[in-house]
């Protein structure tokens, strides 16, 4: 059996933008992603994505702001654990997006996201997102820079 560990991906985004940023430590450390991380036994999903947005850049965002629009299964090679990545996106939001000790917050146009500094799935499932297509990914890490296998298809709801 696959044990399964349930994450949160957040991305602000508006017209012209959308909101990355640089991890600044733990897993993923110097690559540009959305905020998020472990949803805690205590809490749902969506107040676990809330809480990591005011821990990771200071914004607070409402339950009903966040559309949940992906679902992101992550292997690893020689790892047991199964992480399940729930990705939202949200265009409101309050407060000014801030440094933390996690994250350093950047607004990229999307002509101009920096995929060579992202996991490498993500240049794969990001078209579904930035066209408004709901997804359901499975990737399979044969190290932390390689992709083995995957598979993504556009989801008719979540
Ligand atoms: P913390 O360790 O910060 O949570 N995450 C990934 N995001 C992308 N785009 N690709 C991956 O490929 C990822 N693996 C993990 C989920 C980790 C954060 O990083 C995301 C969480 O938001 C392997 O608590």
Redesign the pocket.
Known sequence: MVLKKV????FLRNEKKILLGL?K????IN?W??????VEQDESVIEAAIR?MKE?CCVTVKKDDLKSVGQ?D?T?EGDPVM?D?R?FSGVVYYGTPSETD?MAPKWFTYDNIPFDD?????RL?FPYMLNNKLFYGK?H?KD?DTISNYDIRELKSM
Request: aromatic residues 26%.
């Open positions: 994450y949160t991906l957040v991890k430590r733990g897993f993923g690559k992603n959305g905020f998020g991380g472990k990591e990771e992101l992550f690893f992480m990545v990705v996690e992202m996991w490498p799935d993500d499932w990737f890490y932390l």
